[in-house]
Nanobody, 119 residues
């Protein structure tokens, strides 16, 4: 059974930091491209960060460049999103996504973890 379980969300003040985790199971971690998305109320889901299988090639949305860092731990089948210098506009439900590298139609989503940036 495929599972992507996010954790680490919460309420943080502007300028603060959070580290999101996404633990995966039920598929071969190394065969999937992993990404983080987010969706704010009333807005479409947007790509935040994505990385190749090796983690060497990482891309970020312009709005988070320099503040967020994506990493993956193949030994733990887990990906992380370190979020620093958080802003109120970062408030959203953050989702973990996995896409099979040889068939993009085979993809999975986590249930999401809420991040709220507010004073």
């Amino acid at each position: 059974q495929v599972q992507l379980v996010e954790s680490g969300g919460g309420l943080v003040q502007p300028g603060g930091s959070l580290r999101l985790s996404c633990a995966v199971s039920g598929f071969t971690f190394g065969s999937y491209r992993m990404s983080w998305y987010r969706q704010a109320p009333g807005k479409e889901r947007e790509l935040v960060a994505t990385a190749s299988r090796s983690g060497d090639n990482t891309n970020y949305a312009d709005s988070v460049k320099g503040r967020f860092t994506f990493s993956r731990d193949s030994a733990r089948n887990t990906v992380y999103l370190q979020m620093n210098s958080l802003k109120p506009e970062d408030t959203a439900l953050y989702y973990c996504n996995a896409v099979y590298i040889w068939d993009s139609k085979r993809q999975y989503w986590g249930q999401g973890t809420q991040v709220t940036v507010s004073s």
